[in-house]
């Protein structure tokens, strides 16, 4: 009976830690930091 109990033990880690993997990856989005927009300083009347 332990036998039996081992091998279910045992495959049932081998789904699990993988699937436990590939949902923490998911979990973790990449933080973009958004760049701030360049604008060109056009001259015009009021700036020169």
Avoid: H, Q, T
Avoid at 13 to 31: F, N, Q, S
């Amino acid at each position: 009976m332990n036998i039996y109990l081992f091998w279910i033990l045992f495959l049932s880690l081998w789904a699990i830690v993988p699937l436990m993997i590939i949902k923490g990856r998911v979990d973790e989005k990449p933080k973009v930091i958004p760049s701030p927009d360049v604008k060109a300083n056009k001259k015009n009347w009021f700036n020169k």
